[in-house]
């Protein structure tokens, strides 16, 4: 069964980090660019970062360039994002998700985890 | 901010036919490929269409995309209480260098 899990988030003081995970299965993991989005509570949807499947190629959105890192191992089958300098703003459930393609740009979002939770307050 | 706009909401009565429309520009929907994800109540989203107007295995014919322009749309025909959802369009954006996403539409089954 292809599955994502993301583990990693919690409640953390604004300006701390935390560092989210994501454990791929059920697919090969580095055939395949991987993308967070995020979901503030009722809220849309939004793109936070994504990496190509060798990790060549990264992007971020403007609202997180600069404090946010992606990252991934693929003989761990992980994917990775450290956030740092946390701002309430950041609270959100982050999705990790995979893509149809090996690029990061313009695949499809094809399966998604469940999602972790991350509140920034004080 | 989202860079795709959609209509808050949309409603039908079971059997009728639901539009969704998402507007962009020349940086994003003009120049790449609209995907729709399906978001149910308190659940992950899900990929309803990709590259305009494919429909995944498993996705019922009944949704089916198209795109003109710098505006997509999804439609959902036969229109079924477990539609009942939140609607995204997304698409790359070459001047960001970033997925957009559009605002949502909420599809109340009546």
């Known amino acids: 069964e292809v599955q994502l899990v993301e583990s990693g988030g919690g409640l953390v003081q604004p300006g701390r980090s935390l560092r989210l995970s994501c454990a791929a299965s059920g697919f090969t993991f580095d055939d395949y660019a991987m993308h967070w989005v995020r979901q503030a509570p009722g809220k849309g949807l939004e793109w936070v970062s994504g990496i190509s499947w060798n990790s060549g190629s990264i992007g971020y959105a403007d609202s997180v360039k600069g404090r946010f890192t992606i990252s991934r191992d693929n003989a761990k089958n992980s994917l990775y994002l450290q956030m740092n300098s946390l701002r309430a703003e950041d609270t959100a459930l982050y999705y990790c998700a995979k893509d149809g393609d090996t690029a990061m740009v313009g695949g499809a979002f094809d399966i998604w985890g469940q999602g972790t939770m991350v509140t920034v307050s004080s | 901010q989202s860079v795709l706009t959609q209509p808050p909401s949309a409603s039908g009565t079971p059997g009728q036919r639901v539009t969704i429309s998402c507007s962009g520009s020349?940086?994003?929907?003009?120049?790449?490929?609209v995907y729709w994800y399906q978001q149910l109540p308190g659940t992950a989203p899900k990929l309803l269409i990709y590259r305009n107007n494919q429909r995944p295995s498993g996705v019922p014919d009944r949704f089916s995309g198209s795109k003109s322009g710098t505006s997509a749309s999804l439609a959902i025909s036969g229109l079924r209480s477990e539609d009942e959802a939140d609607y995204y369009c997304a698409a790359w954006d070459d001047s960001l260098s970033a997925y957009v996403f559009g605002t949502g539409t909420k599809v109340t089954v009546l």
């Open positions: 020349s940086s994003n929907i003009g120049s790449n490929y």
